[in-house]
């Protein structure tokens, strides 16, 4: 049973996980054999204790026949695991059928390796006892790069990444060789269009921060500004349109797509020399 003090949502999805197992007539360990996952992990769904990821509850839907019942229940839940303006982010960037970025200064969640975002996460100070909370929030951060991939209707990203991105390699050299890779893989979807943004490119009114612009499908619009440590969203339409002349003048500035893979495929190189 979810402790009381767990959000109504995610506790509701957590008691529905332990009805459904417990009317199947399974044990943990059947589920476990069923769902190809581990046992602890199962246990700690049905707790409360962690969310998991949408693919998790997809496989669950799978083993108990429940079409998209808890995977549906699941877009709730994890809606607790955010709060404030961040919450308010989340809403707008699912519903966008275009993504404008600038990233500064690493790269952004929706292009992340999972090597690459565990190390980003894990290097935040945190306790031993905070390892479970750090894992939910690299579940949910995966599972955010389907808007991506997302059938007949994926968002469009268009982003702009600064040199400085790729001045801040992993500590693993392998992992930072598969990011590289996985930057390729990505700007070869129809819907991806990547800029690097040189040093030699000069200064301009972003630096020190992030810009996201949000294009809803039903015209309007609206900003995202983040630092290493908060984040604003920004809905009034004078605003976002001075943000979105602030994105225009760094894509200008920026590398065309082509000359910024091969920008990528140089780093690739130089570390596959050394």
Do not use: C
């Not at 197992?21 to 069923?34: F, I, P, T, V």
């Not at 949408?54 to 994890?78: C, F, H, I, M, P």
């Not at 090597?115 to 750090?134: F, I, K, M, N, Q």
Request: glycine share 6%; net charge negative.
């Amino acid at each position: 049973m979810a402790p009381k003090h767990v959000a109504p949502a995610r506790r509701m999805y957590a008691e529905e996980l332990l009805r459904l197992r417990e009317e199947s007539g399974m044990s943990l360990s059947q589920l476990s054999e069923a769902a190809r996952f581990d046992r602890s992990y199962l246990n700690k769904l049905e707790r409360g204790e962690r969310l998991g990821d949408l693919e998790t509850a997809k496989r669950l839907d799978d083993v108990y026949g429940t079409r998209r019942s808890l995977q549906n229940l699941w877009k709730l839940a994890k809606d607790d695991v955010y709060l404030g303006r961040y919450q308010r982010y989340m809403d707008l960037e699912e519903r966008a059928s275009v993504i404008q970025k600038y990233m500064a200064q690493y790269l952004p969640g929706l292009l992340q390796t999972e090597e690459y975002a565990r190390e980003l996460l894990w290097s935040t100070p945190h306790h031993v006892d905070e390892e479970d909370a750090l894992e939910e929030q690299l579940a949910l951060r995966m599972s955010r790069q389907a808007i991506l991939r997302n059938g007949d209707s994926p968002a469009h990203l268009r982003i702009v990444l600064d040199e400085g991105v790729f001045r801040r390699p992993l500590q693993d050299r392998e992992a930072w060789q598969r990011q590289l890779d996985r930057l390729l893989e990505d700007a070869e979807l129809p819907n991806v269009t990547l800029h690097v943004l040189r040093f030699e490119a000069g200064v301009h009114d972003l630096l020190g921060g992030s810009l996201t612009i949000l294009w809803l499908p039903d015209g309007t619009s609206a900003a995202y500004l983040e630092s290493a440590k908060s984040g604003e969203v920004i809905e009034e339409p004078d605003e976002v349109e001075q943000l979105k002349l602030s994105y225009d003048r760094l894509r200008d500035l920026a590398l065309s797509p082509e000359d910024s893979l091969e920008f990528i495929r140089s780093l690739l190189k130089d570390g596959k020399r050394s």
